[in-house]
C-alpha cells in the first residue's frame, strides 16, 4: 500500500498500480458530499461548449464547494464522472489530464467514469459528484 496524507490508497499487492485514480481510499474525518455539479459558472452560464472545457469549469466548481466546508482538493476522496460521449472523451485523454492537473494537481483519489444517454441540463457534458474527507487536526 502506498500512503498519501491525508488518506491512504489502497494498491493491493500484485495489482498492475492504477494510472490517474486510485483503486480506493482510506480516510478518516468530516465528510463532504457534493451534488452532481456541472460546467456552468456561478450564474448558471454556460461557457463552454466542449467536453474538457465543461470538464475544467465544474471541478472548478467542486473546489469552490469544498472551499465553503474549509476543504481543499487534496480532501477528495472519490469522484463519480457522468459523461454523454465516451468519443469525445477518449478523443481528448489529454486535454482531460492537463486540466485536472491544473485544477485539481496530482491528487488521484478513487473514481468512476460512466457515459450516460444525457444529463439533466441539455447543454451539459459532463456532471460530476465529489466525496471528500476533512481530516480531524
Do not use: C
Request: proline share 4%.
Amino acid at each position: 500500500m502506498t500512503v498519501v496524507s491525508p488518506h491512504m490508497f489502497l494498491q493491493p499487492d500484485g495489482w498492475v498500480p492504477a494510472k490517474g485514480y486510485a483503486n480506493g481510499v482510506l480516510a478518516e474525518g468530516r465528510t463532504v458530499y457534493t451534488g452532481g455539479l456541472v460546467g456552468w459558472n456561478a450564474d448558471q452560464k454556460w461557457e463552454h461548449e466542449d467536453m474538457v472545457g465543461q470538464f475544467r469549469q465544474t471541478l472548478e466548481n467542486i473546489v469552490a464547494v469544498l472551499d465553503k466546508a474549509g476543504a481543499k482538493p487534496e480532501h477528495l476522496v472519490r469522484l463519480t464522472w457522468y459523461i454523454t460521449d465516451k468519443r469525445e472523451y477518449l478523443d481528448n485523454l489529454r486535454g482531460f489530464g492537463a486540466a485536472y492537473r491544473d485544477v485539481i494537481g496530482r491528487h488521484f483519489p478513487a473514481m468512476a467514469v460512466v457515459q450516460v444517454v444525457a444529463l439533466m441540463e441539455d447543454e451539459a457534458k459532463v456532471e460530476i459528484e465529489a466525496t471528500a474527507v476533512i481530516p480531524h487536526d
